[in-house]
């Protein structure tokens, strides 16, 4: 009997192989010795987002999600798993409809509210740490927000060559 430290190691291996196969399988088989385990049905399903196995992970999610429909780690990979389909968060049935952050004039919003009471400009990290607590799924990455927001005349930012190291507030009058 494999200890969970090997069991782990595997894991780790194969994602770093980008061996989604391998996972599929390791998962696999995890998840039908432990068929009452929701944390390993989960991490089979999140495998086969992984291979792009997407009907079949949305399947098994939402077995998963009508028994548990709080679980986040499975509402992200049911997102995963419909935005794979060329879906939306619309296409699903959802208890209570995730909150989904896309680019655009709620996502700005969200960003002067955070910058609003602000003296001193603040590190982009954290102007997007809001974001993470309160949304389900975010459909962009760092790099896109700042993007958007250096075209929006209401931020001003320190630094506009890596996303990363820049400083951003709003524009004093905007």
């Known amino acids: 009997m494999e200890n969970d430290f090997e069991e782990w190691q595997g894991d780790y291996d ?6 989604w196969t391998g996972l599929v399988l390791l998962r696999k088989r ?3 010795k ?10 089979y399903g999140e495998a086969l987002v992984y291979n792009q196995e997407f ?13 548990e429909p709080e679980y ?6 049911i997102l995963d798993s419909l935005y794979g389909l ?5 296409d699903f049935e959802w208890v209570e409809t995730p909150i989904v952050l896309k680019l655009d004039d709620q996502t700005k919003e969200m960003c002067e509210e955070v910058l ?11 102007l997007i740490e809001p974001f ?3 949304s389900h799924y975010i459909t962009f990455k760092g790099e896109k927000l700042f993007d958007y927001l250096k075209k929006d005349g209401r931020f001003k930012f320190s630094n506009e060559e890596y996303f990363s190291d820049v400083k951003v507030e709003l524009v004093k009058g905007k």
Do not use: C, F
């Open 30 to 32: 995890k998840a039908e």
């Open 34 to 43: 432990n068929p009452n385990d929701l944390q390993s049905q989960w991490r």
């Open 132 to 134: 993470i607590i309160k």
């Open 14 to 19: 194969l994602i770093q192989e980008e061996d």
């Open 72 to 77: 986040y780690d499975v509402i992200h990979s």
């Open 86 to 90: 060329g879906k939306t968060e619309d």
């Open 55 to 67: 009907k079949m992970a949305l399947n098994l999610l939402t077995a998963i999600y009508k028994k």
């Open 116 to 126: 609003k009471n602000k003296r001193k400009p603040i590190s982009y990290y954290q």
